[in-house]
């Protein structure tokens, strides 16, 4: 039996024993048969009851790994409720990113706290990389780098690996210094497994090789080990060139999914760390700010159709159509929104193709407005019988659907440049903008053909 | 300077260098300064005619890399304009389960063309891969693992190695396995980097690692990466236990990405392929179909509010209110929704939960239905000063938001269950949902009360 067969069998007979109430069998389970990532991943499925009741049952020794597998938002739940003594104990055996990592949820006074508790090598360590903003290359470093000089044999080096007995994980790479430690290049663990003992540093060390700043954007690293299939790479001062630490595949992967999820969360106007079994209450909160931002849009809206109240009152069809004109260009505007967040998350747009994607979109806009208008159009026709009203719904359409698309692909790129979260803002804009147009498009011609 | 600023040194120049119309430059940068990587996301960031030259300009050698590095929209479009010939040379430097992702996307009678250029090893292999389906982990998987016999010693295991000259890429275990080829357990590099030469296999490998089977979804084989760190992990034939191949980090991170974007684009009726910048004529097309089916949820809408256009003659302020309605019962549904198909997306919600989650969110429904009844009502009595309208959109406000919570969470549930994908029908269905009910509910009401 594999494994993975082992895992879900075991995570079977936990949430029997649950049930029952077997608490020391949980107990069991939790803090042997489990490893820490699944206990965290089983944490974060658990709505707060019985999240509660599993947190309590894990040992004090297995709380630091399973604490650093854990969400954000569940490390905050968590650390909330630790003394700094817990917190400081919990974080004895994590890598240095991962004790900045849990640090940063922590309120500033605490951090002190528990930075005092630790040896002062660590704190240093810590220090450092707590010195980078959370989503730089900086605060994403670890510092466990295995060094070498460039003038040692590989016998040599491989005596030194042999009396530390172990490695960091995901060590791909020892990292090559001088004296002054400034980063050479990189000697892949790989290539010492097939040279000759006698073969010098130098001779088979790669100094081409991609180093990453301190300073870079965290989605900026993601890129580039996405796209040079990396597993670690060197961070490495700007201006000094000395070695600060290693950025790993497993830290980028979650940038990787945080990153995306963040796009996908924030058009609704959630957050990503959203926790998927927060309290009602605290879920409630949050999301009533959002329905509260789209209210306005909505009265704002309400105002223009109020412009045209003599309109409507007059010819009663209007209201029965005009969702139609609003809901078509929301739908075509969402679409170019969504692309251009995408593609603006994955790098692909910048000043050299902009425009190109400006006319592109413009085009779209035309020839979906001119089609659709058509199909409405005829559809009102045989509907209402009114000539009039028919053609006035297709010009709508049309306007609407232009000026949809255009927003669609401008709004992201002005809120990017004036440094505003496009997933967030993007599309309650965006939906002012077609509610707003689609409405006084279609009402005004209306006003406009009948008086 | 490090290498990341040299590359997009490099970029400009190629960017002044296209535009100057300078090919033979263009052509030394493509071939000899930049990385396969690089190039092929020069080629997706590119509109279609300056993507016709740069492809043109690529050197035959270099088409291969480039090619697997490239979006499966892309290589579709690049394959569609190659021989067989060029295809299968194309092919002759990548790794199976890159020249297996590749075949896919052509049509059958051309794969099996560019088969039978192979060598008879070689086509076993990538025959291998594609019995599998695309999104399984067999799929997935690579053939080129490094296997050794447990009973013999790390010098033994070395010298071998020494005479291989070189490992394939991501290796950071070598496989374990019997005579029968059933697979045992792996032997991490770097133990055999710190651990004295005299010593076996078994004494060092281990046994309790995470195997994949070969029917495995993708998503799922992504989950176990994420959550366990993993570079690598060994693919085993579920029923014989026999080793076929192994997966790496690289393959899954695209995974990781194609899920993430896939959420993200489906909810707005986008391929997660779809080609930032295909020809206008293609992706309105692709989207035009998307709005139509769009614009008969409106038209179903429309139907809804022509029940009531008597209600609506009699009282024009209800056409000015009805759109606040449906829009905070979409705005609210579509945060429930988006919640559930991240959750489903990460694995966090099964059977044991759901039931706390659709209560939560009913109690979710309430609370922000009540909330913003109150806040509506008010500033309808303040615009109208009508009691009898703002008591009526506080109540369909409170329905409609109780029904669109609830309707996001059943969707993605449901729609999984008769597996459609949650993430394409169910913003279309609950738009639907909430615009009908919405409507349906203040206009209703206030036919009612009226009358």
């Not at 009265?299 to 969702?323: E, N, R, W």
């Not at 969504?338 to 979109?361: F, K, P, Y």
């Not at 359409?397 to 669609?408: R, Y």
Request: negative net charge; glycine residues 6%.
């Amino acid at each position: 039996m594999s494994r993975g067969q082992h895992q879900s069998k075991k995570l079977k007979s936990l949430g029997a024993a649950l049930e029952s109430g077997a608490l020391a069998q949980v107990r069991r389970i939790l803090n042997s048969d489990l490893q820490a990532a699944d206990v965290a991943h089983l944490l974060e499925s658990s709505p707060p009851k019985e999240r509660n009741l599993l947190w309590n049952l894990i040992e004090d020794e297995n709380e630091g790994e399973v604490l650093h597998n854990l969400s954000d938002e569940l490390q905050s739940w968590v650390l909330n409720r630790m003394s700094v003594q817990e917190v400081a104990n919990a974080m004895t055996d994590l890598d240095t990113d991962d004790v900045a990592d849990l640090l940063q949820n922590l309120p500033n006074t605490v951090t002190q706290e528990v930075l005092t508790t630790m040896d002062s090598q660590d704190r240093a360590r810590i220090e450092a990389v707590l010195s980078y903003p959370e989503d730089s290359a900086g605060g994403l470093m670890n510092t466990d780098t295995v060094t070498v000089r460039p003038d040692i044999t590989l016998e040599v080096v491989l005596r030194y690996l042999r009396r530390h007995r172990s490695l960091p994980e995901m060590t791909d790479n020892l990292l090559v210094v001088n004296r002054h430690d400034e980063f050479i290049g990189i000697l892949p663990i790989n290539k010492i497994l097939v040279s000759d003992a006698d073969t010098t540093v130098r001779e088979i060390m790669s100094t081409d090789i991609i180093t990453i700043r301190a300073t870079m954007e965290d989605t900026g690293v993601a890129q580039i080990f996405e796209r040079h299939d990396l597993i670690s790479a060197p961070v490495v001062d700007e201006k000094s060139g000395k070695l600060l630490g290693r950025i790993t595949i497993d830290d980028v992967v979650d940038v990787i999914r945080e990153d995306a999820d963040h796009s996908l969360m924030s058009m609704a106007g959630l957050d990503e760390d959203e926790d998927t079994f927060a309290p009602a209450l605290k879920t409630s909160r949050r999301r009533a700010i959002w329905l509260g931002i789209n209210l306005m849009t909505a009265f704002l809206a309400s105002a223009v159709i109020s412009i045209f109240q003599g309109t409507i009152d007059q010819v009663v069809a209007l209201a029965v159509l005009m969702p139609i004109v609003a809901s078509m260009g929301g739908v075509a505007g969402s679409q170019t929104l969504t692309l251009i967040i995408r593609g603006q998350a994955i790098g692909h747009i910048d000043s050299s193709n902009v425009r190109w994607l400006l006319s592109r979109e413009f085009l779209v806009g035309i020839s979906n407005g001119l089609l659709w208008a058509i199909v409405v159009a005829c559809a009102t026709y045989f509907w209402f019988s009114d000539i009039k009203i028919s053609l006035i719904i297709g010009a709508a359409i049309i306007i609407n659907l232009i000026v949809a698309v255009m927003a669609g692909a401008f709004l992201p790129l002005w809120l990017k440049r004036i440094k505003v979260d496009p997933a967030l803002a993007g599309s309650v804009l965006l939906t002012t903008i077609t509610d707003v147009v689609g409405f006084f498009a279609f009402l005004g011609l209306a006003a406009g053909f009948y008086f």
